[in-house]
């Protein structure tokens, strides 16, 4: 944990996020009103601010075009810490369009809706460019703004290319980013036809943070799936470049609402709150009026409520604040409308000219009286089809101190995992399971009430939003350092022209390659043939090189004899095969270094398990030579590919190799099992001994080139 409390100077941070934590309205030609933005993002943030010097970017939440406007704003933004973005026309494609037009149903495994061919100013492409070009003009004013050692703090799915321009513009910036929303399985990601676009972007950042282990687990399979890229402990590895994945489950600042809960003026909200619905039990739902949020499965289940229990009619209300949201996006008209059927469906046929079942309201409500309204309730009920968390069921369990009323809560919630214990948790698309869940929650003895909130208000007390943040940029701080270590470890690019330079200078030269992706036909597409062939851009190289007199070259692999004489039959060239088990000159003579007692009796036994798994695992091959044997999944699905590794290693170590002396690797998408024997660093020791002796060597090597894939725990060090 990094403490920065001590230091004299508090740690900058930058937040940035689509919205501001404060949405402007003009109310003259110079002059603005701020008022705190809703959304539960916004509520978290608001949360984590003290321990740093936080500067806050995004959208102020209107379009201004002109100048004196814009200075205007941005002045009053400013005494609040708040840096603006004017996305201007950019702005409906960006936010109404890709990021919740089609990224946001996405992510809440729901279909993005069919492209409008009728429309060519408004497509996917469309959509797509302007989604990065706001991502650009976020990154114009970060630069603008940022200071070297501050923390970039991205949030959420509106800013997906950030952390990718930002470390192309400097790659030293620490850059977190975190996802407010669920990730779905991959089968639903793949349908974006950006995916990996996007994937690889976030990607760029040091650390990347989920509301829970389902939606970071989904992410990285994700990435596995599409990218082909691996989880190791550290992180997703992507061509050396580590990225920390982790779960940062969000919070609430409780005491803001307890203390809210306090104040003379929301006491007295809740006396009236109290009297308007005397003799009646209230439901409350708080939600944005999103189709994520589950309200008419909330009202089909509270309909059957009432058609299932008579005496409850004129005993029960459900008070629904519908919070209006991205009222732009054609799906949230719809759901609107879908909405306001249901209301007057079930006010009519239940409700009487002194009462309503429900009471719905298309608005927002000020701060303090919502905490009335959690605090006065008896049930609060939240039907979401999938949510990031669900902060609204945190905030009423901050409320219910006195209370001790009952949360109903979707299991497809981010907050069902932290809050599962004390609430009664339903699948909303259950109407049946969310009728009796309404009428356990309504008649539940008042011990079991009380236990059930001790339990969720002590989580709510200790999960902060603050603790949140710190946990966050702790790791954030951690991770980078760690990552800059192992940077300096990699080792740096080929010098060209140095490399160049100093072989024309010289004069007896020794080259080391590699076989098996050093020499080999890349091979991308997964339909071609299985067939390992010399890549063709090499070969006239290679020969040049093989027939200069000046020049010896070596390749060193694993590989068996046969293949390696079948593809180096025409070269004047050295070969090692097996790993060096044996050498073959420029001659063709292969000799044999296999030590005489070496133990080949696990051989028969591991070549059935290495059928077992080829058969089974579509794509994957292996290769016999006499002292190895190889088994590649390297064109397989890698995540089912890796997962048969395991299982493969398992049944290799219960059985055929239990008790013998072998060496098994696990190299990059492979299972290695080797006879016991020396490293490819003493083979290339041999090698050199035998070239030196057979070419008579009047003049020393004065020029070594060695390239390949070594694995770090037997060769490098060796070599
Ligand atoms: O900014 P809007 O388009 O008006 O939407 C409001 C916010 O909605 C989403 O909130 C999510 O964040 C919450 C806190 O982590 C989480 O509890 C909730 O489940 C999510 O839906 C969205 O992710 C934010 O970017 C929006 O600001
Ligand atoms: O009239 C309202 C009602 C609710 N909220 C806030 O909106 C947030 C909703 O967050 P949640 O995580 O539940 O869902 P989101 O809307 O972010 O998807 C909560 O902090 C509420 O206090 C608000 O700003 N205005």
């Known amino acids: ?75 009053s933004l400013a005494e609040m810490e708040c840096i603006p973005v004017y996305l201007e026309e950019v702005f409906d494609q960006y936010y109404n369009g890709y990021c919740n037009g089609i990224l946001w149903p996405i992510l809440h495994h729901v279909e993005f809706p069919q492209e409008d061919h009728n429309d060519r100013n408004k497509t996917y492409q469309t959509q797509y460019d302007a989604y990065k070009k706001a991502n650009r003009m976020f990154l114009d004013v970060i630069i603008e703004n940022y200071e070297e050692g501050d923390f970039v703090w991205i949030h959420d799915y509106h800013l997906m290319f950030l952390p990718q321009y930002l470390k192309e513009y400097n790659k030293n910036i620490k850059v977190g980013w975190f996802l407010h929303s669920p990730f779905p399985s991959s089968e639903v990601f793949k349908t974006l036809p950006s995916r990996s676009e996007l994937l690889r972007s976030v990607l760029a950042a040091d650390l990347l943070g989920f509301h829970t282990y389902d939606f970071e687990s989904h992410f990285v399979s994700t990435c596995t799936r599409i990218l082909g890229v691996e989880r190791t402990h550290e992180g997703i590895v992507d061509h050396g470049k580590v990225t920390r994945v982790a779960v940062f489950p969000i919070g609430i600042d409780p005491n803001r609402f307890i203390k809210a809960c306090e104040l003379p003026e929301v006491r007295q909200q809740m006396t009236e709150l109290k009297e308007r619905f005397a003799g009646k039990k209230v439901i409350l739902g708080v939600d944005r009026l999103d189709m994520i949020k589950g309200i008419p499965h909330k009202y089909l289940g509270f309909e059957k409520f009432l058609e299932e229990n008579p005496d409850w009619r004129d005993k029960v209300v459900l008070v629904q604040i519908a919070v209006p949201t991205r009222n732009d996006v054609p799906e949230y008209q719809k759901v609107k409308d879908q909405v306001h059927g249901l209301v007057g469906r079930v006010n009519g046929r239940f409700g009487s000219v002194s009462s309503l079942p429900i009471h719905h309201l298309d608005c927002s409500v000020d701060f303090n009286f919502l905490c009335a309204l959690y605090a006065i309730a008896d049930v609060m009920l939240v039907t979401s089809l999938r949510d990031g968390m669900n902060l609204v069921s945190y905030e009423f369990i901050a409320c219910q101190e006195t209370k001790n009323g009952v949360l109903v ?33 309504l008649i539940m003895p008042a011990e079991e009430r009380d236990e059930r909130h001790r339990v969720n208000f002590q989580y709510v007390k200790i999960h902060t939003a603050k603790k949140w943040g710190d946990d966050f940029i702790s790791e954030l701080h951690a991770t980078f350092s760690e990552s800059n270590m192992k940077i300096k470890k990699i080792p740096l690019g080929l010098p060209q022209q140095d490399v160049v330079q100093r072989y024309s200078k010289s004069n007896n030269r020794l080259i080391i390659l590699g076989f098996f992706g050093t020499l080999t036909e890349p091979m991308n597409n997964q339909n071609e043939e299985l067939d390992v062939r010399l890549n063709p851009e090499l070969e006239e190289t290679l020969k040049a090189l093989c027939n200069d007199p000046k020049t010896t070259v070596v390749v060193l692999s694993r590989s068996g004899r046969n293949i390696l004489d079948k593809i180096f039959g025409e070269y004047n060239i050295w070969l090692a095969a097996e790993n060096g088990m044996f050498m073959r000159d420029t001659t063709g003579e292969w000799v044999t270094n296999i030590p005489k007692n070496l133990n080949l009796d696990w051989v028969d036994d591991t070549k059935n398990v290495f059928k077992y798994f080829t058969d089974r695992t579509p794509r994957s091959f292996f290769e016999e030579s006499e002292t190895s044997l190889v088994w590649n999944y390297e064109y397989a699905d890698v995540k089912f590919g890796k997962a048969q590794a395991r299982d493969m290693f398992q049944h290799l170590w219960a059985g055929p190799i239990s008790n013998e002396s072998v060496d098994v690797v696990r190299g990059n998408h492979s299972v290695e099992v080797h006879a016991m024997s020396e490293s490819k660093g003493a083979a290339i020791g041999r090698i050199l001994g035998e070239i030196v002796h057979k070419s008579a060597l009047t003049t020393p090597i004065d020029y070594v080139f060695c390239s390949g894939y070594f694995l770090e725990k037997v060769e490098l060090n060796t070599i």
């Open 1 to 75: 944990m990094v403490s920065y409390e001590s230091c004299e100077k508090k740690q900058r941070l930058l937040v940035v996020a689509n919205r501001l934590p404060v949405s402007a309205k003009r109310t003259g030609e110079n002059s603005w009103s701020l008022a705190i933005s809703p959304g539960g993002l916004v509520s978290g943030l608001l949360g984590v601010a003290a321990e740093f010097e936080t500067k806050w970017v995004g959208w102020p939440g209107v379009d201004v075009y002109d100048v004196a406007g814009k200075n205007a704003l941005s002045k």
């Open 409 to 441: 809560l979707s299991e497809f919630a981010g907050a069902a995992q932290s809050l599962g214990a004390g609430a009664i948790l339903v699948n909303p698309r259950d109407v049946t399971k969310v009728s009796s869940a309404i009428k356990e929650a």
